[in-house]
């Protein structure tokens, strides 16, 4: 393993826009791959499940991909996960967007409709309200960050797991964290210099954890 | 909290900016994927690429383009012009581009709309809708017809009607140009705006007519547009994005600060 350009697989489950995703990785330092291949997903130090679109169609893109299996063992490795826009709700136990489609489950809670009375989709930049400064994947982004939203839908979830949020007037959950399994609402990779921030910190997550095992 | 987005467009054709630009520090000021990073350095919240030739043999060079752009710009941009099929949108999405927008096609047959936004999510779908006004009608109240081919072609279709029948087929987002305006200087149509704003819950981005800054604070605080799209104000060095930013936010609306 390149111990200097770290393998973080993206999973490639054919859905819109992956590869922003994957350069954005590249420019901080990481041999991303956008990849379908569960031994290259296996080997991978860090993995991103990036997403766009509509949670059912994710959801069974990701499973006639055969990739939720490879995803899950790689959460359940304890390796660093980075769960992106709709690849962060599909981590979740359902989505009102698509009723009866199970997600992941590997969060507790459900994705819900954005309140009635704003703009859907959020579709904008926003500041993080930072709740657990301590967050390694939020270092230097505790003063209230700008980012990337675009989503309809947001995680409901228990507040132990809730370490920033975005007023949209209400507080929205923005990232979660449990373990090394991390996951944004927003679009880090279309969050200008705020966004490659937080990728450096994941790639600095994958890098201390190789040095772990 | 509502932040409003400040979006520089660029005309391509055949790979290459059409209008002028008069850029300090640019090795190529006809690169698009140069021009749109330094729009991203300037703290531009989105790109938006109009490729206006779109002819069958462009679609290869725009692909490149969303490529390009993918590596060096890290901020979402959109690619409209020429989008007529999912494959069309398929091959735009895969390379890089955060959204496609479509016009002709979509008026041509709406259920390309419909097809995109379940394909893809409507979070990518942005109707472009050309509108003109008919001027006032017996009962006072303005209507405006959407246009094609360039505000040429009146399609008889009520601009309201159509941007409510956009939305319900899945459209994430209407980019609202004012036929009257554009070219003019003298601002956005505020009127229409306001109208196409209240009668749609989706994000509305104003287009046509920028001169001046206060043009695009008009356009968030009086006709309530979600995001201000310009062209020729940025591109001729006249005001910087910043500038546009700090005119905003001295106006009270909230948009994301640029940050040397």
Redesign the interface.
């Known amino acids: 393993m390149n111990g200097d350009r770290p393998l973080v697989a993206v999973l490639d489950y054919g859905?819109?826009?992956?590869?922003?995703a994957q350069?954005?990785l590249e420019?901080v330092g990481a041999d991303a791959r956008l990849t379908a291949d569960p031994g290259l997903i296996a080997d991978a130090a860090g993995v991103v499940l990036p997403g766009?679109?509509?949670f059912g169609?994710c959801m069974d893109q990701l499973r006639a991909t055969a990739l939720e299996q490879p995803a899950l063992d790689a959460i359940e490795s304890g390796r660093p996960f980075l769960g992106i826009c709709?690849g962060m709700q599909m981590l979740f136990e359902a989505s009102e967007e698509a009723p009866g489609v199970p997600g992941m489950g590997v969060m507790p809670g459900t994705v819900r409709l954005l309140p009635d009375g704003v703009?859907?989709?959020q579709?904008?930049?926003?500041?993080l309200d930072v709740q657990r400064p301590a967050c390694p994947l939020l270092a230097g982004l505790t003063d209230g960050a700008?980012m990337?939203f675009?989503?309809?839908y947001a995680p409901d979830t228990d507040d132990g797991f809730v370490v920033a949020t975005c007023?949209?007037?209400t507080p929205i959950t923005a990232v979660t964290e449990r373990g090394r399994l991390w996951a944004t609402q927003f679009?880090p990779?279309?969050?200008?210099?705020a966004?490659?921030r937080l990728a450096q910190n994941f790639l600095a997550a994958v890098r201390a954890d190789q040095c772990r095992r | 909290m509502k932040t409003v987005r400040v979006i520089p467009c660029l005309d391509v054709d055949d790979g290459r900016v059409v209008k002028g630009v008069s850029f300090v520090g640019l090795r190529d000021a006809g690169d698009p994927v140069e021009l749109a990073a330094a729009y991203d350095r300037q703290g531009a919240d989105e790109i938006v690429f109009l490729d206006i030739t779109a002819s069958a043999h462009d679609r290869d060079t725009i692909i490149e383009l969303a490529r390009h752009t993918a590596e060096e710009v890290f901020i979402p941009f959109t690619i409209g012009g020429g989008i007529r099929s999912v494959d069309d949108a398929r091959a735009l999405l895969r390379a890089g581009a955060d959204k496609v927008s479509v016009n002709s096609a979509a008026v041509a047959r709406p259920e390309l709309v419909r097809e995109i936004a379940r394909e893809f999510g409507t979070q990518c779908v942005v109707v472009s809708v050309d509108a003109k006004s008919n001027g006032a009608g017996a009962d006072g109240s303005t209507t405006w017809n959407v246009y094609v081919k360039g505000g040429r072609e009146d399609t008889g279709i009520d601009a309201l009607g159509w941007v409510r029948q956009v939305a319900e087929l899945g459209a994430g987002e209407i980019l609202l140009t004012s036929m009257d305006a554009d070219g003019t200087k003298v601002g956005f149509d505020l009127e229409l705006t306001r109208t196409v704003v209240d009668a749609v819950e989706i994000p509305v981005v104003a287009s046509g007519g920028v001169g001046t800054l206060q043009h695009l604070v008009d356009g968030a605080l009086i006709a309530n547009a979600d995001a201000v799209l310009a062209a020729s104000i940025f591109h001729f060095g006249e005001h910087t994005i910043a500038d546009a930013k700090r005119a905003l936010l001295d106006a009270g609306v909230a948009v994301r600060p640029h940050v040397d």
């Open positions: 859905i819109g826009n992956l590869r922003s350069k954005a420019r766009v679109g509509h169609t709709v703009v859907r989709p579709m904008q930049w926003n500041r700008w990337y675009v989503h309809s007023d949209y007037p679009h990779e279309k969050s200008g210099d966004g490659k």
